[in-house]
């Protein structure tokens, strides 16, 4: 008898284009990290599609968790910031490609928004204070701040990083001035 599987319709988001090959090797790697050699056979991941950021990866029925815990940890690819969602589970390819990726998902959290002018500057008021700087890299999904604030920037340096990087999920429900 044959193994039942799975198919996780994804959508990756990333800094730049990641090319298929790349995204394979990294998802291999953080299942080889997480789970060891042994639990990444186990698994039997493969990804079958992957086209304009949205693919579909089979693995084991039983190994779905599993699955989306490896998806999960991957952070980056080639050095750009990149996080895969998983959009939906379907027990054939063609339910996953219908119900996933052929509708838009009206639940995103993270519209497409067409801006005619560029950020430059950004103030935003969290729970901790308020983080105010020059807006260095923004994304669609995310925005890297370069404080200003003296205080900020000691936090920065002790932690080894060069800017904020503030997502549209601490934005929300947020004040903030641009």
Request: proline share 2%; aromatic share 2%; charged share 30%.
């Given at each position: 008898m044959r193994e039942s599987n799975r198919y996780l319709a994804i959508s990756v988001t990333s800094e730049g284009d990641i090319p298929r090959r790349d995204l394979v090797n990294e998802i291999l790697f953080c299942a080889a990290t997480l789970l060891g050699d042994a639990g990444n056979s186990e698994m039997g991941?493969?990804?079958?599609?992957?086209?304009?950021?949205?693919?579909?990866?089979?693995?084991?029925?039983?190994?779905?968790?599993?699955?989306?815990?490896?998806?999960?940890?991957?952070?980056?690819?080639?050095?750009?910031?990149?996080?895969?969602?998983?959009?939906?589970?379907?027990?054939?390819?063609?339910?996953?490609?219908?119900?996933?990726?052929?509708?838009?998902?009206?639940?995103?959290?993270?519209?497409?928004?067409?801006?005619?002018?560029?950020?430059?500057?950004?103030?935003?008021?969290?729970?901790?204070?308020?983080?105010?700087?020059?807006?260095?890299?923004?994304?669609?999904?995310?925005?890297?701040?370069?404080?200003e604030d003296p205080h900020s920037l000691e936090i920065l340096n002790r932690s080894n990083t060069r800017y904020f990087g503030i997502t549209v999920f601490d934005i929300k429900d947020k004040e903030i001035d641009v």
């Open positions: 991941i493969r990804l079958l599609s992957f086209e304009e950021n949205k693919g579909i990866i089979r693995c084991r029925m039983d190994k779905v968790w599993e699955t989306r815990a490896v998806l999960a940890i991957v952070t980056t690819i080639k050095g750009m910031r990149t996080r895969i969602k998983v959009l939906g589970v379907s027990g054939t390819v063609r339910g996953a490609t219908e119900k996933y990726l052929l509708t838009q998902d009206i639940n995103e959290p993270e519209p497409e928004i067409k801006r005619t002018q560029r950020i430059k500057e950004c103030k935003m008021i969290i729970d901790v204070g308020t983080i105010s700087g020059e807006v260095v890299n923004r994304n669609t999904n995310e925005i890297d701040l370069l404080s």
